[in-house]
């Protein structure tokens, strides 16, 4: 069955940087575009990036931009998030999430989700 596990999460200052991974396993990763989606505490699930297959076209949350970058290693069926100069509004629960197909689409087609990576930015 589809298994998306997050690691990487943890506590870091403010300006500070942290790079989530998926570790992902039934299914043929390469196929499926993949989407980093948060939650802060009280808030609603908020879309952060998402990549197409190849990793040739990303998608950033415009407010997010300049600071995350999503990458994925298809050999290893793995999926990043780079995350620079952290703030406190950082704060969140991280989840890799595949979508239903190759595409990238708004909204994104959520399919199945990963059980989230706590990242708090604090000083």
């Known amino acids: 069955q589809v298994q998306l596990v997050e690691s990487g999460g943890g506590l870091v200052q403010p300006g500070g940087s942290l790079t989530l991974s998926c570790a992902t396993s039934?299914?043929?990763?390469?196929?499926?575009?993949m989407a980093w989606v948060r939650q802060a505490p009280g808030k609603g699930r908020e879309w952060v990036a998402d990549t197409t297959t190849t990793g040739g076209t990303t998608r950033y949350a415009p407010s997010l931009r300049g600071r995350f970058t999503i990458s994925r290693d298809n050999d290893k069926k793995m999926l990043y998030l780079q995350m620079d100069n952290l703030r406190p509004e950082d704060t969140a629960v991280y989840y890799c999430?595949?979508?239903?197909?190759?595409?990238?689409?708004?909204?994104?087609?959520?399919?199945?989700w990963g059980p989230g990576t706590q990242v708090t930015v604090s000083s």
């Open positions: 999430v595949k979508l239903e197909g190759p595409a990238i689409t708004s909204p994104p087609p959520y399919d199945r």
């Open positions: 039934g299914f043929t990763f390469y196929d499926y575009a």
